[in-house]
């Protein structure tokens, strides 16, 4: 791969680059852009761990989507910096800030696909139509075309929210750079890869991918353009490589994560200051510390936080840059977080979450409960709308049609074309609305009371 084709200022759905002078370079104008879509404003109500918070400091989709963004535009930068120096020929059209704009793009649409409920809405989703009533239409469609609802993931459907569902009515949707996009594609292949063609030890990467068979051709062109490798290719099977700046949006989101997840905790008293201090200290050190003795605990995490996440980069930068023409290669398929000097103390983190944080009773009790809402849904608007399908609508699916928006009902379209609107609908809903809506369509609560 090639920084000048990765680097590609292309935009999405555009035949030619019109070119528009407003002080903003074209990656500027793609985190703008993710910033004001409707999708984006939503992951204020979209639970990040803590489902439905109660206190107000915990931290939601949204304001996790704008820190990884600004840990990742750091990243870029600090990366920008090297291979502006490495690669001379880029001084022309690029500067270190390119890299960094591009990072931070992808970073800050990262989980705009998410479903409510956090990644346990994903795993409803896919439930309801490995095993629950979504199961008896598995013989209407093909195999790739159900691998993508059985398997459903929130980066494909944050593709599809970003290039085709904002602004449905403009090609490219949200009009993005290709560079941006290709980034942000953190998993670029199918749902669907055959078992024959799998490799062994690779189990991981078949788990996830970037896209949905209805945006597949999308994907095409931004790869294209960008310059991914092709590792594999068939009449069914399209496996690219990732693009370089992908590595450092995922490390910006481990690092976010694991860190302030920690700092969560801690926050609902979930872990006590001391061994808070502890897990951190190590990324600091004690002797790099100013004035750390006269503040108060609460503020002494958050200086610990901020230090931590400022060595993180420096580490997660470093690897980069040391791998960088392996990963241009297409040869690195490890997690950058996982090669740095301090990942030894991060996998102590993440394992003390998942026993102390992510198993929290408040927090398995409203995953439990996403299931019961996110099923109840997909089943009553499923049924709905392929009864209108079929011209035999009865009296509840006809008011219950009245909730879905008119841009969805498209009845039309085959099926895999209405089971997509209706993941659309659900997954793009907030916790609070989805809840809501579900108690109402169940008559568990009526309008007004």
């Not at 969560?264 to 600091?284: I, Q």
């Amino acid at each position: 791969m090639e920084w000048k084709k990765l680097l590609s200022t292309k935009v999405l759905g555009e035949t030619a680059k019109d070119f528009y002078p407003d002080g903003r370079s074209s990656f500027q104008k793609d985190f703008d852009r993710i910033v004001f879509c409707s999708s984006f404003r939503r992951l204020q109500d979209k639970t990040q761990v803590f489902p439905l918070p109660e206190s107000d400091y915990v931290h939601t989709r949204l304001t996790h989507s704008l820190e990884v963004s600004c840990v990742g535009r750091s990243l870029g930068n600090l990366v920008g910096e090297d291979l502006i120096k490495r690669h001379p020929e880029l001084k022309e059209n690029y500067s270190k800030f390119s890299f960094g704009e591009i990072v931070a793009a992808a970073c800050l649409a990262h989980d705009i696909g998410n479903p409510p409920f956090g990644h346990s809405g994903e795993d409803a989703i896919s439930e309801y139509f490995l095993n629950g009533k979504g199961k008896e239409l598995q013989e209407q469609l093909d195999e790739r075309k159900w691998s993508d609802l059985v398997k459903f993931e929130g980066n494909a459907q944050g593709f599809r929210i970003v290039t085709k569902l904002q602004n449905p009515s403009i090609k490219g949707g949200l009009r993005l750079t290709c560079a941006s996009l290709s980034a942000f594609t953190k998993y670029p292949k199918e749902s669907f890869i055959p078992a024959d063609l799998q490799v062994k030890g690779k189990e991981k990467f078949y788990k996830k991918f970037g896209f949905f068979q209805s945006e597949k051709d999308l994907f095409l062109e931004i790869a294209e353009e960008t310059g991914l490798q092709k590792k594999y290719e068939d009449k069914n099977v399209i496996w690219c490589t990732r693009h370089p700046l992908s590595f450092l949006m995922e490390a910006a989101d481990d690092i976010c994560y694991r860190i302030m997840d920690l700092e969560d905790g801690y926050r609902l008293s979930l872990l006590s200051f001391k061994d808070t201090e502890e897990l951190m200290m190590p990324f600091v050190g004690k002797d790099s510390l100013r004035s750390y003795d006269d503040r108060e605990e609460k503020d002494k995490i958050g200086y610990l936080r901020a230090k931590s996440i400022n060595g993180l980069i420096k580490e997660i930068a470093s690897v980069f840059l040391d791998n960088e023409q392996t990963i241009l290669d297409g040869n690195f398929d490890k997690d950058l977080i996982s090669i740095i000097p301090s990942n030894n103390y991060l996998e102590t983190i993440y394992a003390l979450s998942k026993e102390e944080i992510y198993s929290y009773v408040n927090v398995v009790e409203r995953e439990a409960a996403g299931f019961e809402v996110l099923g109840g849904l997909l089943d009553a608007f499923i049924s709905a709308v392929n009864e209108q399908a079929e011209g035999k609508l009865s009296h509840r699916n006809k008011n219950l049609l009245k909730l879905f928006p008119n841009r969805f009902q498209l009845a039309e379209q085959d099926l895999y074309s209405r089971l997509l609107n209706i993941t659309d609908f659900v997954s793009s809903m907030t916790d609070s609305f989805a809840v809501s809506l579900f108690r109402k369509i169940k008559g568990i609560s009526l309008p007004g009371r």
